[in-house]
């Protein structure tokens, strides 16, 4: 079946520095994928979004690219703000599905 | 649009007592998605529905738990009676096809049962 991997965290980074965060990804037909963000006390929020092979989703400075023959879509920023301090989500859906397969969650902390 | 509306954000109930949790999706949006978050298990599906009818409702955790969407506007889940496991933030979410757009959110329940 479906499924999502994403790296444990949580992840603790000095502002400005460099963020990567891991998804691979199991699926069996076309997926879409995309990554969430949720701030504290807040719900989740779409980040960002490719839909087909090597399509770059990118919002607020964040990049991920749909990579098929790695099966993966690794989430990134050049320079990260206290800001971003908040929990990311992988997911996928299936072109035709109509039910999303989340990650476990990345936990980043930005510190000054 | 004002996005997915639930309330209430915050609901403390004693153990034994209903509970019920609303959701209005984003108009227009066909599919909606009952989720429950805890620290133990993360994210966890518990129902959703298509043009308000419920397809897959697998991921409802017992009897206690109801779900029902009596139009296209308007989502009910209704925990009765509650428990102290049931202590959760509650998500709805909506979509009008979730493999081009993905979900929309609300802000989610906090649930606290005591």
């Known amino acids: 079946g479906d499924s999502v991997t994403q790296m444990e965290g949580p992840v603790t980074l000095s502002e400005e520095a460099f963020l990567t965060i891991n998804c691979t990804y199991t699926?069996?037909?076309?997926?879409?994928l995309f990554w969430y963000v949720q701030y504290p006390g807040e719900g989740l929020q779409l980040l960002l979004k490719?839909?087909?092979?090597?399509d770059k989703g990118s919002n607020k400075g964040f990049e991920a690219t749909y990579r098929k023959e790695t099966t993966s879509f690794h989430l990134e920023k050049g320079s990260v703000q206290v800001s971003d301090s908040a929990v990311y989500f992988c997911?996928?859906?299936?072109?035709?599905?109509?039910?999303?397969?989340f990650g476990t969650g990345t936990s980043l902390t930005v510190i000054p | 649009d004002a996005g997915v509306i639930q309330s209430p954000r915050h609901e403390v109930t004693e153990m034994g007592q209903e509970v019920t949790l609303r959701c209005k999706p984003i108009?227009?949006?066909?599919?909606l998605f009952w989720y429950r978050q805890t620290m133990m298990r993360g994210l966890e599906l518990l129902i959703y529905?298509?043009?308000?009818?419920?397809?897959?409702d697998s991921g409802m955790p017992e009897d206690r738990f109801s779900a029902k969407m009596p139009n296209a506007s308007f989502s009910t889940l209704k925990i009765q009676p509650s428990e102290p496991r049931d202590s959760a933030v509650y998500f709805c979410?909506?979509?009008?096809?979730?493999?081009?757009?993905?979900?929309?959110f609300g802000s989610g329940t906090r649930l606290t049962v005591v």
């Open positions: 997911a996928l859906s299936e072109w035709t599905g109509n039910q999303f397969y």
């Open positions: 529905f298509n043009n308000n009818v419920p397809i897959d």
């Open positions: 979410a909506s979509s009008f096809s979730v493999g081009t757009y993905g979900y929309t």
């Open positions: 490719a839909t087909k092979a090597d």
């Open positions: 699926a069996t037909g076309y997926p879409s």
């Open positions: 108009s227009g949006h066909n599919s």
